[in-house]
């Protein structure tokens, strides 16, 4: 069962850094393809560490990793992933006349996928 | 073909000295770091050969900049995936921006002031687009300027007066680290002279990041719900109640706000630094209108000033460059031979999901990695042009692609640090690639050889 979650595309300091070290490097691929959840959010859904979900909305599709978020960082219902290609698909090319594309705090549906799931979507991480 | 020389940055201060015990061991002092706007200019970089080893007072991502730029083994230039001369992949993007009928130039925030200004020279002579990262970063902040105005301030002021900083919509503690330490909450000042204890500090977000543990104050504020907090802080400037309704909309009490605003208003120096915590989100220029009309608001009572967390290197000459030369800070075409600006018309990720340009010459940036899929699949079909000195998506797909020197390391030249303060570059290490400056040089000579033969023929 999808649930709607808000996510927020964002600069980290590992995205940074092992953006220098290069876009290819297995660190930068899974900071940018690992999403971060609330713990309760997680445990409702029957989610761990490293476990797969599929998130889309009308712009794009992306399997993912996800993992929990340190302490009280994210509020319930609000996911997280470092700013890359990954989050970049889930966004759409209309700026609504500004020039920027809402690229945080948009809507996004969340589901859990088995470790079967053929990914038709972008499938991100490690 | 003319072959310009770079710019030097001013070297007086940062002559490479060798040491005695190692004179295969340089060291540059007072180098510029380019990595984020902080662009902190007291780095002192070690260098053994092509390889930089030691980075003295960078932060986290600037010893993360200065490990990883060194000397790869890449072409020079490549056309369509293949290695090409240097001379062959001129002249083939000269053919190309010469055919096309609507391109745009891009990216421009991670290279020199000197560079961007040919790439706008290059535009001109085209008559196409001029867009930089400044779009999809504080782009919907320049529209703000152009409604409200803007109460502005230097960082070196921040660091001499200010005794009360609100963070807004952003995570310096992971994006720029050094902005605390060196600029904003904990350096000692003329008139905070014992530094963090004289300064108050609020931080106003949606997610309680590292930055949170910083402050005195922090705000959790709902999801798309800061310019409703703007609004309702402005008014309790002007002594009015704001509908109680705010309090549910976005998840700070009333009680809280009045306290933080009051406190607001008894400083004698204050600063709102926003990030793009408020322009990505829904709302975007309007947002940063609130914020920075509350700054404005402020000054009925004392000193307000707000800025702008810019991300990139040089994104901050880039908006200075497009502005002194077209009057415009981004998005700005030059077709009709006169600069008109029309963010959502002539900002690139419009003209890309539209499927609009027919060109594009990209300068270090990487919108195949994080346009839009609709953009980026225009972005396949057409002719690119990219200049960068990393291997990216956006490189993989050019047409032609050259391989530049990195700018700061390899070269010199100027950038501008986030509060507009132009910064000389002092470079670490020579790179047997060209700068973007040359290479565009370069590029506009031969358009303009095209242009001048077309026009005489």
């Known amino acids: 069962m999808a649930e709607t979650f808000i996510i927020i595309p964002g600069r980290t300091s590992r995205q940074g850094t092992t953006l220098n070290e290069g876009k290819y490097t297995s660190g930068y691929r899974e900071e940018t393809g690992t999403l971060q959840m609330n713990p309760q959010d997680m445990q409702r859904l029957g989610l761990q560490d490293g476990d797969r979900v599929r998130v889309w909305n009308d712009h794009g599709s992306v399997v993912v990793p996800c993992k929990a978020a340190r302490g009280d960082e994210l509020p319930e219902g609000i996911l997280f992933i470092s700013y890359g290609d990954v989050s970049s698909r889930l966004m759409g090319g209309d700026t609504h006349g500004s020039g920027m594309p809402d690229s945080k705090g948009f809507d996004v549906f969340l589901e859990p996928v088995g470790q079967s799931t053929d990914a038709k979507d972008a499938v991100a991480g490690p | ?457």
């Open chain 2, 1 to 457: 073909m003319a072959t310009p020389a770079v710019p030097s940055g001013d070297s007086s201060a940062g002559t490479p000295t060798e040491t005695a015990e190692r004179p295969d061991v340089k060291v540059v002092s007072n180098a510029t770091c380019t990595f984020c706007g902080c662009v902190c200019d007291d780095m002192e970089l070690t260098v053994e050969g092509n390889r930089i080893v030691k980075a003295r007072n960078a932060c986290v991502l600037g010893k993360a900049w200065f490990f990883n730029h060194h000397i790869e083994d890449r072409p020079e230039a490549t056309i369509e995936g293949r290695p090409a001369s240097y001379e062959e992949a001129i002249e083939r993007a000269a053919e190309i921006l010469c055919n096309a009928v609507y391109p745009v130039t891009y990216g421009l925030s991670d290279t020199t002031c000197e560079a961007q200004r040919v790439a706008l020279a290059i535009t001109d002579w085209i008559g196409g687009t001029v867009d930089t990262t400044t779009s999809v970063c504080h782009g919907p902040s320049g529209i703000a300027f152009q409604e409200v105005g803007e109460v502005t301030c230097s960082l070196g002021e921040i660091k001499n007066r200010a005794d009360f900083l609100v963070f807004w919509g952003g995570n310096p503690a992971e994006s720029h680290p050094r902005h605390f330490t060196r600029y904003s909450l904990m350096p000692k000042g003329e008139f905070v002279p014992n530094g963090r204890k004289d300064r108050t500090a609020v931080l106003i977000d949606v997610r309680k990041t590292k930055s949170a543990k910083a402050v005195d104050i922090f705000l959790q504020v709902k999801p798309r719900s800061d310019f409703e907090l703007a609004w309702a802080m402005r008014a309790l400037v002007r002594g009015i109640e704001p509908d109680p309704s705010v309090e549910r909309k976005t998840g700070v009490s009333l009680e809280v706000l009045r306290d933080v605003v009051e406190r607001m208003k008894q400083a004698r120096f204050g600063v709102i630094l926003f990030g793009m915590g408020l322009t990505m989100t829904r709302g975007k220029h309007l947002n940063s209108e609130a914020v920075l009309a509350l700054a404005r608001d402020l000054n009925r009572h004392t000193r307000w000033t707000a800025k702008p967390m810019r991300g990139h290197g040089n994104v901050t000459g880039a908006d200075n460059v497009v502005s002194w030369t077209t009057g415009y800070p981004f998005g700005v075409n030059l077709g009709r031979g006169y600069p008109r600006f029309n963010p959502g018309e002539f900002t690139t990720a419009d003209l890309l999901a539209r499927g609009e340009a027919d060109a594009a010459l990209i300068i270090a940036s990487d919108p195949m990695s994080n346009f839009s899929q609709p953009a980026r699949e225009h972005l396949k079909r057409i002719p690119v042009i990219v200049l960068d000195p990393k291997e990216t998506e956006t490189s993989r797909i050019a047409t032609v692609a050259f391989t530049t020197a990195t700018y700061g390391i390899n070269t010199g030249g100027t950038v501008y640090r986030m509060d507009d303060v132009p910064i000389p570059l002092r470079p670490a290490f020579d790179s047997p690639y060209r700068s973007d400056y040359e290479i565009l040089k370069a590029i506009e000579w031969r358009v303009r050889e095209k242009q001048l033969a077309a026009s005489a023929g």
